[in-house]
């Protein structure tokens, strides 16, 4: 009896004690609140032209319409509403300015007035905004109310950047805190547009030379510092991410291109936030900070991903304005028929690809060559079933390239497609030609069968061979096209495409399939 007794009086001491020790903790967090506040970084980009709402193809959001200018701007105000007075900037890491008709027919100056309203801060230069080439992209930036950003642009023979770029900015968002911005612009940029769109400039890998400019930014009152990039998170080479760790940003902003956002995470000291590869304006990623006062430094971290659905959203009416402006010129034109398909079609990065088929085979039919070839990656959108429109045309191909035949010999254009075999660029789509290869690893490939007209290739002979302006100038790392002799440039290949098509659904929706002119093994 007195040894229970004891017990119930000891448990009711712990309970007692526990519950005065309760209510000191909060009278002390009352009196000596968290000292702690908040940061947030939102980012946009990947857009790749598309200033208007459309209807989504693909996971999560099959079916649904999103994005747009208006969307995002209607998506990034409520997040603002919930920061509670936080502190925050918003950046977008690129590959804006090019994709869609509406920005090829304004050559980018409507999505940067779209960009001005929706109230971007800087925007990292990507490859995609070369696309009209540098002279154009001065120009654009005298329309932007935002800053062009990268650490690693550089004019020939010097060590500054081209006045329309800011090798590095700074912003005071709010509550004494001082965020650094810089930028790598890809250093594969000479591989991924035509080389007159960068003429008399220099694609400098990172180096040691950003670990210095990022040391200087902190000796000049940096609290954190921001680096955009275009890199994968997943596919960044080791040599590539080496560099940036040793530079040591507090955030690395980089793409996924995974179907759920991945979260935010913390790798070698550096806190990495994705943006989605498939963005097309359909998401705001937000990266949520606790930060400690000064000196500042990063206590917790959460990514978000914000969708624009405009089943959710009420979009922006002053940005929808704007865009309505923009757009309204060119409305006639972006909305003209051209044909019409039987069916859904795919665009395939690694694989045959039956709108690689159609491009390639109205390549042929124009160049009348041996073969016509013609790079996955200038494939920029997906068909659907229905009408097809001129703004349908310059989404799914939006690069400005003609046509150019020229003569190889077997054994170059053999060498340019164990190039494709690595898929290092993505595979050459072909006609009038089929091969197989195998790809299992990154160094595991090789091309194993090559026929032209259905017979083996003869390394010797000379064969014409007809492809696009950027490939000609050995885009996409296919230099072996720049050993192409006789050149003839000819039309526009979306004016051949277009054409293509308008002949081909004249007398009934055209239908577009795979057939096996490309094999792959894994």
């Known amino acids: 009896m007195t040894n229970a007794k004891t017990n119930r009086l000891s448990l009711s001491q712990l309970f007692l004690f526990a519950s005065i020790l309760s209510v000191i903790i909060t ?5 000596y609140p968290n000292p702690n506040r908040h940061y947030h970084l939102m980012l946009t980009g990947v857009s790749k032209g598309r200033i208007r709402p459309f209807k989504a193809k693909f996971k999560p959001y099959q079916g649904k319409r999103m994005g747009g200018g208006a969307g995002i701007a209607a998506v990034l105000k409520d997040a603002v509403k919930s920061f509670e007075g936080s502190p925050y900037n918003v950046f977008s890491v690129g590959s804006e300015i090019s994709g869609t008709a509406d920005a090829y027919f304004t050559r980018g100056s409507a999505v940067v007035k779209v960009l001005n309203a929706v109230g971007i801060e800087a925007m990292l230069v990507g490859n995609i905004e070369y696309t ?26 010097s060590e500054r950047p081209p006045v329309y770029i800011s090798s590095e900015l700074f912003y005071n968002p709010g509550g004494g805190l001082k965020i650094g911005l810089v930028g790598l612009t890809p250093p594969s940029t000479p591989t991924l547009t035509a080389r007159s769109n960068i003429e008399g400039l220099e694609f400098m890998p990172p ?6 400019q990022i040391e200087a930014m902190r000796k000049a009152g940096a609290d954190l510092v921001v680096l955009l990039t275009l890199y994968s998170r997943d596919r960044i080479k080791a040599e590539e991410w080496r560099p940036i760790a040793s530079a040591a940003p507090d955030i690395c902003v980089m793409l996924d291109y995974d179907i759920d956002a991945p979260p935010a995470v913390r790798r070698d000291g550096v806190i990495i936030k994705t943006v989605s590869g498939y963005n097309q304006s359909k998401e705001v990623d937000v990266l949520d900070l606790e930060i400690t006062p000064h000196p500042v430094r990063i206590v917790s971290w959460k990514g978000r991903r914000l969708a624009v659905n405009h089943a959710e959203i009420t979009p922006d009416p002053q940005v929808a304005r704007v865009v309505d402006s923009v ?22 990065w690694d694989r045959e690809c039956p709108i690689g088929n159609m491009i390639t085979d109205a390549m042929l039919a124009e160049g009348g060559c041996d073969l016509a070839v013609h790079n996955s990656g200038g494939i920029q959108n997906n068909i659907q079933a229905g009408d097809f429109s001129v703004g349908d045309l310059f989404s799914m191909i939006p690069f400005d390239n003609q046509l150019v035949v020229m003569q190889l010999s077997g054994s170059e254009i053999e060498e340019l497609f164990s190039i494709s075999a690595s898929l290092q660029r993505g595979l050459l789509q072909v006609a009038g030609a089929s091969y197989e290869f195998s790809n299992r690893s990154d160094k595991g490939f090789a091309l194993e069968s090559f026929l032209i007209g259905g017979a083996p290739v003869d390394p010797e002979r000379i064969y014409t061979v007809c492809t696009n302006s950027f490939l000609a100038d050995g885009g ?35 239908r577009l399939s795979v057939d096996g002119r490309i094999i792959r093994h894994d």
């Open 132 to 157: 009209y080439g540098h002279r154009r992209l001065a120009e654009l930036a005298e329309e932007a109310e935002f800053s062009f950003v990268s650490s690693n642009i550089l004019e020939s023979g």
């Open 327 to 348: 757009t309204r010129e060119n409305r006639e034109l972006r909305d003209r028929y051209i044909g019409e398909f039987a069916g859904d079609s795919q665009r395939e």
């Open 27 to 31: 009278a002390l967090w009352l009196i």
């Open 207 to 212: 180096g040691e030379s950003l670990r210095l």
């Open 476 to 510: 996409d790392n296919f230099t072996t096209f720049r050993k192409g002799r006789n050149l003839q440039y000819g039309r526009q290949q979306r004016d051949v495409v277009s054409e293509y098509i308008a002949s081909r659904s004249a007398d009934g929706p055209m």
